[in-house]
């Protein structure tokens, strides 16, 4: 392995020799392409306010005003800017950047994100559109808002706030690496990139809100759509066909069991990782926000329909990670495989185009995150000023210097290590959350015990396994690794259901609960 050098990346050759190869970087095509992009993408977004009724005149639709309109866009978004608002957030520079890089590491295990989000749509479909019935109803604004008024219970409502407020500083964080890793790839070092980022993204969310990824995620998604089909296309017949590609990369992965995609060490946690991810997916700050700015449950269950077409493109997405083995880049730091691929294979003002896609791609989602967890700060934390648009502006900015913290002291080495530590907490909100939905007798008291020890055991355990998202359990030879996410989420389970027991059984008063709503179709 070796250092990249701005202005040249380390080779290696098919004989397994390395050279330094003269790449050069995108020059003034390339960098003023990504300017281009990246900065009417923001000057969209923040000046949406203005000419957003330009488009809307003649219509009439109810309003909410307030922090409900910069928060939740009103709550009117149709089946298209959901589409796209849905997509935007949860397909995000962890797509394009973290996934290929744990391909070109790992291999086949990589390509656990596929199955989770094939997981995860029968569950939107199912849960989402009942969520949102409750939501509407009850004018609540957050998961958080939803459990109170379900368990009648302020400390179970701070838990699940705190949850997904600590959760989403990872995700934006990830988004925020996206965004210097391709600044860097343009020739720029130092703090540079990282202020550039910050400060996009700041302005972006504060003067926008959530109107402005709603109504500029289209221009990301349109833009990865052109870069990734390029890729898939032009790369394999630079490097001589996919036959020859897979090939290549094959040599340079680690070997496997009888010539088996995964090892069987590695079958497993490709499993737990898959399912506990699909769990957590809908339970964060900001796709929970895309959900609930929908106009009608009849939206979400569209878009449940749809959404696996995005599915498709992260296939394809990840299979850059072993383009980049057979162009035979090598790299010392994961997050620089696709960015060293664009420059090593397309025209430096193409190279550009693809960066502003990824950099894009990172500021739409994390603008929804940061949305996302203000609504939290202001409806569950600072109760007395949900209405203040300034007041969640400034909680807004609060979440993303926290974000910075973390890009600053957190090992991102492998970046995709950040969104699956945040999935460890906020899988914690799923009994209360989910299980919540169902007519059971889950006291209070019992699903916070049941929070309390499941987000314990699951930190404590990735602080042994050095903040990585995996632990072994077993004995002796019989060891095997598992989600550390989805083996809290048990155990908290567990706890909350023989709490609840306990207490019937010991005949407890418990705080009366609300039944949950029947989902309604508009």
Same mark, same amino acid.
């Given at each position: 392995m070796g250092a990249r050098h701005l202005g040249a990346d380390l080779v290696r050759m098919e004989n397994g020799e390395t050279l330094m190869n003269t790449t050069p970087l995108p020059g003034a095509a390339g960098i003023g392409v990504f300017i281009f992009f990246f900065v009417a993408t923001i000057v969209i977004g923040t000046t949406v306010r203005?000419? !957003?009724?330009?488009?809307?005149?003649? !219509?009439?639709?109810?309003?909410?005003?307030?922090?409900?309109?910069?928060?939740?866009?009103?709550?009117?978004?149709?089946?298209?800017?959901?589409?796209?608002?849905?997509?935007?957030?949860?397909?995000? @520079?962890?797509?394009?950047?973290?996934?290929?890089?744990?391909?070109?590491?790992?291999?086949?295990?990589?390509?656990?994100?596929?199955?989770?989000?094939? %997981?995860?749509?029968?569950?939107?479909?199912?849960?989402?559109? !009942?969520?949102?019935?409750?939501?509407?109803?009850?004018?609540?604004?957050?998961?958080?808002?939803?459990v109170r008024a379900r368990f009648n219970s302020r400390t179970l409502e701070l838990a699940i706030a705190l949850s997904g407020l600590v959760a989403v500083l990872p995700y934006i964080a990830l988004q925020l690496i996206g965004i210097r890793t391709v600044i860097e790839a343009l020739g720029f070092s130092g703090t540079l990139p990282l202020v550039f980022a910050f400060v996009s993204l700041a302005a972006y969310t504060w003067l926008g809100g959530l109107h402005a990824p709603a109504l500029t995620a289209f221009i990301k998604d349109v833009m990865i759509y052109i870069a990734v089909l390029a890729a898939v296309t032009i790369v394999p017949m630079y490097l001589g066909g996919y036959g020859h590609m897979f090939s290549v990369a094959a040599q340079h992965l680690p070997a496997t069991t009888n010539g088996q995609p995964l090892s069987s060490s590695q079958v497993i946690p490709y499993a737990s990782l898959a399912l506990s991810s699909a769990f957590a997916a809908f339970l964060y700050p900001h796709t929970l926000t895309g959900i609930l700015a929908a106009k009608s449950a009849d939206t979400i269950r569209q878009n449940a329909v749809f959404l696996p077409i995005y599915t498709i493109v992260l296939g394809l997405i990840a299979m850059l990670g072993l383009m980049a083995h057979a162009a035979g880049i090598v790299t010392s730091s994961s997050s620089q495989v696709v960015p060293q691929l664009f420059l090593a294979i397309f025209p430096s003002w193409f190279a550009g185009f693809c960066f502003a896609a990824i950099a894009i791609g990172a500021l739409v989602p994390a603008s929804v995150m940061a949305i996302g967890a203000a609504n939290l700060i202001m409806h569950n934390i600072l109760t007395g000023h949900k209405n203040s648009v300034a007041g969640a502006r400034m909680a807004g900015f609060g979440i993303k210097v926290g974000a910075l913290l973390c890009v600053l002291f957190l090992n991102a080495k492998f970046a995709i290590d950040l969104q699956l530590l945040g999935g460890?907490?906020?899988?914690?909100?799923?009994?209360?959350?989910?299980?919540?939905?169902?007519?059971? !007798?889950?006291? @209070?008291?019992?699903? %916070?015990?049941?929070?309390?020890?499941?987000?314990?055991?699951?930190?404590?355990?990735?602080?042994?396994?050095?903040?990585?998202?995996?632990?072994?359990?077993?004995?002796?030879?019989?060891?095997?690794?598992?989600?550390?996410?989805?083996?809290?989420?048990? %155990?908290?389970?567990?706890?909350?259901?023989?709490?609840?027991?306990?207490?019937?059984?010991?005949?407890?008063?418990?705080?009366?609960?609300?039944?949950?709503?029947?989902?309604?179709?508009?």
């Open positions: 203005l000419w !957003r009724p330009l488009l809307q005149r003649g !219509r009439t639709r109810p309003t909410t005003g307030g922090n409900d309109e910069w928060g939740l866009g009103g709550r009117a978004f149709g089946p298209w800017i959901t589409w796209f608002l849905v997509g935007g957030d949860f397909y995000t @520079a962890y797509t394009v950047i973290a996934v290929p890089a744990l391909v070109y590491s790992t291999g086949a295990y990589g390509f656990f994100a596929l199955p989770y989000t094939i %997981i995860v749509y029968p569950f939107i479909f199912a849960v989402m559109p !009942r969520l949102w019935t409750i939501a509407r109803n009850g004018g609540h604004s957050t998961a958080a808002d939803v460890v907490i906020i899988l914690q909100t799923f009994p209360a959350l989910v299980l919540g939905l169902l007519p059971l !007798r889950m006291p @209070a008291p019992a699903l %916070i015990a049941g929070w309390v020890i499941g987000s314990v055991v699951g930190l404590w355990l990735c602080w042994l396994d050095g903040l990585k998202p995996l632990h072994t359990i077993g004995t002796g030879t019989m060891t095997v690794a598992v989600s550390t996410g989805l083996l809290a989420l048990v %155990i908290n389970i567990v706890v909350t259901l023989g709490c609840s027991m306990a207490m019937r059984a010991l005949r407890v008063p418990a705080s009366p609960m609300a039944l949950p709503a029947e989902p309604q179709g508009k």
